[in-house]
């Protein structure tokens, strides 16, 4: 199908020589990883290829690196809160990595070498991939958000609904979006649209691409686990049901 399910932001992952960089103890890591992975989203995927979609899924933890966040510091709004493609801040805007500015930007360089330029290019071969098979390409950014902001969030003050839609004004067709919020109504889910996260991620090479459209579909956790563990409950294998329909029929949504 010609349909990639985008996954960035589920691993746990920590490399011994980017974990000797981390001012935080083995308990404090653990809580920063329990708020800051998107419990559910792996889990959530799984199936999805059984019906013919594309899964990416990383398995790195995005304290190592934020592979959708831009790698440029200039270009990245989150980098006013330390929270850039390499985090310098913890999700309380704690300091994170130890070492002065000079070490932190080597650091950052690095890490976007070894992890964040790579995790980009297999998204673009991929998408590249089924836009030759298929001629269209439909991109479903699968992520999950905590039901209380944290401190680093910008738009704490948002709606939190149950599902956020998040769009592009680009590469978001208005028949994608209702088609995901009619499926996920038809489920019981309430949704509400870029809030409190907006945006749906595109590779860079396919920037106004007529035949690249894609959804981001931001799960708040408590309807898929418990917060208090990342563990999940029943509640994951209903979204479960929504997502295999929606992805079922993405292909005649954007035809």
Known sequence: ?????????????????????????????????????????????????????????????????????????????????????????????????????????AVRADLVARFHTPWHAALTEEVARLIARHGCCTIVDLHSYPSRALPYELRPEEPRPEVCIGTDACATPEALARRAEAVLADHGFATARDTPFSGAIVPAAFAGNPSVASVMIEVRRDVVCDEATGAPHDGLADLRGALAELVAGLALTVA
């Open 1 to 105: 199908a010609p349909v990639l399910v985008h996954v960035p932001h589920a691993g746990l992952a920590v490399p011994a020589d980017v974990r000797a960089g981390l001012g935080l103890d083995d308990a404090a890591l653990a809580r920063e990883q329990l708020l800051m992975t998107d419990h559910g989203t792996a889990e959530l995927a799984q199936g999805l290829g059984d019906l013919g979609a594309t899964l990416l899924v990383n398995h790195v933890s995005r304290l190592v690196v934020d592979v959708e966040r831009y790698a440029d510091p200039l270009e990245e709004s989150m980098e006013l809160v330390g929270m850039g493609a390499v985090y310098t801040r913890t999700s309380q805007l704690a300091p994170l990595r130890t070492g002065d500015e000079a070490a932190i930007d």
